[in-house]
């Protein structure tokens, strides 16, 4: 293990959306812009080939700018080129499909999914409810 990089460990996707989605409630949405646009997250994410959080946190970053009226940071239009081979689903739909073998759980998460998310292949229907 080199230990000479101050590169975290990658968490679970799960708990990498819980995290935005909390320092989101934690700061407001214009602060989050600034702080995520400021840390250079999405590129850093980017260039370590976790796309799915780069991609992730872009949406996020796409989504609250639109919500709020505010300009889509044009240092990210290379990113929004991009798209995920596989969909992902939050495993809350993926177990209540699994449980109930019921496809309708899919397509309704599908349906409402946040656009800025879906156009990267990720299925998220709400970011502000967390707990």
Same mark, same amino acid.
């Given at each position: 293990?080199?230990?000479?990089?101050?590169?975290?460990?990658?968490?679970? /996707?799960?708990?990498?959306?819980?995290?935005?989605?909390?320092?989101?409630?934690?700061?407001?949405?214009?602060? /989050?812009?600034?702080?995520?646009?400021?840390?250079?997250?999405?590129?850093?994410?980017?260039?370590?080939?976790?796309?799915?959080?780069?991609?992730?946190?872009?949406?996020?970053?796409?989504?609250?700018?639109?919500?709020?009226?505010?300009?889509?940071?044009?240092?990210? @239009?290379?990113?929004?080129?991009?798209?995920?081979?596989?969909?992902?689903?939050?495993?809350?739909?993926?177990?209540?499909?699994?449980?109930? @073998?019921?496809?309708?759980?899919?397509?309704r998460a599908l349906k409402n999914?946040?656009?800025?998310?879906?156009? /990267?292949?990720?299925v998220e229907g709400d970011v502000?409810?967390?707990?």
């Amino acid at each position: 293990m080199n230990n000479s990089t101050n590169v975290p460990p990658r968490p679970a /996707f799960e708990l990498f959306k819980s995290n935005v989605c909390h320092k989101l409630k934690a700061l407001g949405d214009i602060n /989050f812009l600034i702080d995520t646009i400021e840390s250079k997250d999405i590129i850093d994410y980017y260039n370590r080939s976790w796309y799915p959080e780069c991609l992730y946190l872009l949406a996020m970053v796409d989504y609250i700018s639109r919500e709020n009226d505010v300009p889509l940071c044009e240092e990210y @239009n290379q990113y929004r080129k991009l798209k995920l081979n596989d969909t992902i689903y939050p495993s809350s739909v993926l177990s209540a499909t699994a449980a109930s @073998n019921n496809n309708e759980i899919i397509e309704r998460a599908l349906k409402n999914a946040i656009p800025e998310f879906l156009q /990267f292949n990720i299925v998220e229907g709400d970011v502000r409810n967390v707990v």
